[in-house]
């Protein structure tokens, strides 16, 4: 594993400044991340951690900063033209069509793919084997774990090389984040890098590669998850409300 060496990494976020028009909301924030590495964002309620994922994908806007995925600068790139080039985008609503099928879910993920399509929806119900037993229902029948694993999956679908992921395990039982961060842990293995957002530091420390915190917009912290555990200065953001 690699840590914050620029040169490495597959998705850098450098000084990057975005707010929603009333003043920044996310302040001078740098990630690295490179192949096969799942660096987790933590950060107490509101602290700018959907802000900051949106502002990578040009979803709100972004003041200063520089955005490379691959050596590539895209910093200037629309939001379909990022996702083109490789980078995937979970948002914490996650839209599935309720209507559709499982797999005709997977199939609109790959509405960018000029070929292949049928193929790479098998070989996502194939990594996802709580979808593959589901692929016919609706995805309205689904469970709200079912539910996020879909949405990761029809992210998945064009074969990101990076993937940003907002909360998939908010609202889950004990028993199915571990199912989504066995999930997570066998994208990464693909070669992807993830970066994903966590309310559950426990659980985050456990199976990231690196970890970044964000209190009111800035870094407060960052390092190799297991150093960061049982940090004294993390474990007072949360108990003391800072932020
Ligand atoms: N669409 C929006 N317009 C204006 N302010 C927003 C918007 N969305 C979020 N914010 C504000 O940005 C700050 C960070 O929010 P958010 O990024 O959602 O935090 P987190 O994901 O860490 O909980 C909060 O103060 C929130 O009220
Ligand atoms: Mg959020």
């Known amino acids: 594993m690699t840590l914050m060496n620029p040169a490495t990494s597959l998705l ?10 009333g003043g920044d909301i996310v302040k001078n924030v740098t ?22 994922l949106k502002a990578i994908m040009r979803l709100v806007p972004r003041r200063a900063g520089r955005v490379e995925v691959r050596g590539a600068d895209v910093s200037q790139w629309a939001t379909e033209r990022l996702i083109a080039h490789g980078v995937a985008y979970v948002p914490q609503l996650r ?3 309720p209507a559709l099928t ?25 990594l996802f084997p ?10 309205s029948t689904l469970s709200g774990g079912e539910r996020n694993l879909l949405a990761l999956a029809r992210g998945l679908m064009p074969g990101p ?8 395990t908010a609202g889950l039982s004990p028993q199915y984040e571990e199912v989504v961060w066995s999930q997570l842990e ?11 957002v966590e309310q559950n530091v426990a659980t985050a420390l456990e199976h990231a590669d690196t970890a970044y915190v964000l209190v009111l917009g800035e870094t407060r912290l960052t390092g190799r998850a297991e150093d960061l555990k049982g940090d004294d200065t993390l474990t007072s953001l949360y108990i003391g409300g800072e932020g």
Do not use: C, Q, W
């Not at 850098?12 to 028009?21: K, M, N, R, T």
């Not at 090389?161 to 998939?168: F, G, K, S, T, W």
């Open 12 to 21: 850098s976020v450098e000084g990057v400044f975005a707010g929603y028009g």
């Open 31 to 52: 990630i690295n991340i490179a192949e096969r590495e799942i660096a987790v964002l933590l950060g107490p309620n509101g602290a700018g951690k959907s802000t900051l």
């Open 95 to 97: 839209n599935v069509f």
């Open 102 to 126: 499982v797999l005709e879910n997977l199939e609109m993920g790959g509405y960018s793919m000029r070929s292949g399509v049928r193929e790479r929806a098998d070989e996502m119900l194939e």
């Open 130 to 139: 709580n979808l593959r037993a589901a692929s016919r229902r609706a995805a």
């Open 161 to 168: 090389a990076a993937l940003l992921v907002d909360e998939p």
């Open 186 to 196: 066998l994208i990464r293995n693909t070669g992807v890098a993830i970066l994903v």
